[in-house]
């Protein structure tokens, strides 16, 4: 007889304490994802017993987790902005960090734009950073582009599972993109780790989250300039670009904005660990 609290202090026993995991959190997302309930439902149900195949299966997920696998491509989800994303492996799972871009887009695009706003996510991954702008901002238009096929579908999905009208997600490779469309805003989280840096990342992201949603080149810089060369080319008047930048690229990425010679204002700002994580070029 397995039993749920079985399942919990077995998992507990798999899961060893690493420094980017929670093992009692990870387990009980973990059965969650598997028997469809909340975190309240297994207290409440220690006693219950569960079938051999989503025993099996629970096992099977648990010493995968171990190995480093992240916990979000395993129950397929991630919470950002307080909306649920659909992610999955080929993705970059959306962090907390990178809700300071999309606050900070908010709040210039309310403040510096009336009536229709047009948006440019590029790079998109799973989707986070348009929709949540889409979602916020009813007066507006995303078009987010990626090169990975996976991205764009899982962009789709979230799209859809979101209801949104306001966004269309096309497959680009911002190194040949062109369009005729202006926007109001350009906005991205581009890659932006130094090459030979992405090795010594944990192995959650090391090994299993994408290397083409992480390798910023040689110098970490390579998409940069090519964004705000884009920009340069896609921007309507009074036009925005925001990127999110590595806690020790402020300097080298205000020198590519400031050579560009198209800003009259470039602002950084922080994180919550008071970390330089988002920089807007103003025109």
Do not use: W
Request: charge should be negative.
């Amino acid at each position: 007889m397995v039993t749920i609290g079985k399942l919990i202090k077995d998992g507990l026993d798999i899961i060893r304490q690493r420094e980017f995991n929670s093992p009692r959190l990870d387990v009980e997302l973990i059965l969650c994802y598997l028997l469809k309930k909340d975190r309240i439902f297994l207290h409440l149900n220690e006693k219950m017993e569960v079938s051999p195949d989503l025993a099996d299966k629970f096992y099977e997920l648990a010493k995968k987790r171990n190995e480093g696998y992240p916990l979000q491509y395993i129950i397929n989800s991630q919470e950002f902005m307080g909306l649920d994303f659909y992610v999955r492996e080929g993705v970059l799972i959306p962090r907390s960090d990178t809700e300071i871009l999309v606050e900070r887009v908010l709040e210039i695009a309310k403040e510096r734009f009336r009536g229709k706003i047009k948006i440019l996510d590029l790079g998109t991954g799973s989707g986070a950073i348009g929709v949540s702008l889409a979602y916020n901002l009813k007066n507006s238009f995303v078009t987010c582009l990626d090169i990975s096929e996976i991205a764009v579908e899982t962009a789709n999905i979230n799209v859809r599972k979101h209801k949104l009208e306001n966004i269309k997600v096309i497959k680009a490779d911002i190194f040949s993109y062109k369009s005729p469309e202006k926007f109001h805003v350009v906005v991205s989280n581009p890659p932006y780790i130094e090459k030979d840096t992405i090795k010594k990342l944990q192995p959650e992201v090391s090994l299993y989250e994408p290397r083409l949603a992480l390798d910023g080149g040689e110098d970490g810089l390579d998409y940069y300039r090519r964004i705000v060369e884009l920009f340069a080319d896609l921007h309507e008047k009074e036009g925005v670009l925001a990127v999110e930048i590595g806690y020790d690229q402020k300097k080298s990425v205000e020198e590519i904005f400031m050579n560009s010679k198209l800003f009259t204002d470039i602002k950084t700002y922080k994180d919550l660990s008071g970390k330089d994580r988002v920089m807007c070029g103003f025109l």
